[in-house]
């Protein structure tokens, strides 16, 4: 009989999980539309000649406003992350797929609502926050669709049963490739700050990172199998 009621809380448990997982997406999914939209006002209203670099900067006061409004997009995700898991590692897991989600979506409502981008080779400003991220858009598009993978890979090992461990390699690498990838999005933000042509992107910096982070995941993964209950 234990043996049963053990087996109907772990069925319960993965149906709850399923049921957050898919309100999850559905939230990112109408976030990143929504982000989408919120650009398209902004184009229409500063940039009515078409976006491409180098651009015409912000005034000041919308800088700012945007700045703000980039920092509360980040902390919605979070508390979302943070209200959908039970334990720090299941929610760094909700966090890294809610983040690509979103992200993927948003350039999916670009290319819908404007048509944009026509390439992926297409450069965006891809941040502001705490200097102008610069790139292509197929660079954001892998690197999100990477954390999408690895967030329902750690989702799915609680599911299991298990628990996301991280050793310190997994931690020496994952900080290595967040900033190699940061570095290769910030080196030239002169462009964006001059109003100048950027300098081509250097996409060996993005495959070293994305597979630095795919590295750290492997060891941390191993240890969690080795560690779960």
């Given at each position: ?6 087996q ?23 976030f ?26 912000l005034p ?13 997009t ?9 209200l959908?898991?039970?334990r ?20 999916i ?6 048509d ?29 669709a ?84």
């Amino acid at each position: 009989m234990a043996v049963s009621t053990r087996q109907l809380d772990r069925s319960a448990s993965r149906a709850a999980g399923r049921g957050r997982l898919l309100w999850t997406g559905l939230f990112a999914v109408a976030f990143g539309y929504l982000e989408a939209a919120v650009v398209v006002y902004l184009r229409a209203l500063y940039y009515p000649d078409g976006f491409a670099l180098p651009l015409r900067a912000l005034p000041a006061e919308m800088l700012r406003i945007e700045l703000g409004r980039e920092l509360a997009t980040l902390v919605m995700l979070a508390a979302v992350a943070v209200l959908s898991g039970r334990r720090l590692g299941e929610r760094f897991g909700y966090f890294l797929f809610l983040f690509g989600l979103w992200d993927i979506v948003y350039y999916i409502g670009l290319w819908i609502t404007l048509d944009w981008p026509a390439s992926l080779l297409d450069w965006d400003i891809l941040f502001l926050l705490p200097l102008p991220w610069l790139g292509p858009v197929i660079a954001p598009l892998l690197i999100a669709a990477n954390m999408v993978g690895i967030g329902i890979a750690i989702l799915w090992l609680y599911r299991q049963g298990g628990r996301l461990r991280l050793p310190a390699l997994s931690w020496l690498l994952g900080i290595a490739a967040t900033a190699i990838l940061l570095y290769s999005f910030m080196r030239d933000t002169g462009a964006t700050l001059h109003q100048r042509a950027p300098e081509p992107y250097a996409y060996g910096w993005l495959a070293a990172g994305l597979a630095l982070y795919g590295i750290a995941y492997a060891i941390a993964r191993l240890a969690s199998r080795r560690e779960a209950p």
